[in-house]
């Protein structure tokens, strides 16, 4: 009979907290979509926004009745890892990492947008690279 084998913990609760303080408050992704929404949707954004909200809502309460049917506390990675196996965890572990890095992305476009346009305010003229 083989082992179980046990994941070390790499990401301590402060380490985890400013990730997701980093993936919220990201720029990019909030601030851009919302600017172009309003150039281009006009008031069908609101209706937007509404089944957006909605949806969101539904997959909370999803989210919160999967909780209370395991006996651990944690995230997708355990819940997936106790209904389905460990192999099903890990593919989840690996997604959240996948997703963490696409948001972080985001942030960094735009950070640097507005620090872009700070400079530029501030009388320095950054170089565009070209694509060729």
Known sequence: MAAEVHLKR??????????????????????????????HAGPAIVVSMLIAGAAAALAGLCYAELATTFPVAGSAYS????AFGPFVGWMIGWDLILEYALSVATVAVGWSGNLASLLRDAGIALPVAGCD
């Open 79 to 82: 819940y997936a890892r106790t």
């Open 10 to 39: 790499a990401l301590g609760p402060g380490a985890l907290v400013m990730l997701g303080i980093g993936a919220v408050i990201g720029t990019g992704i909030f601030t851009l979509t919302g600017q172009a929404a309003a150039v």
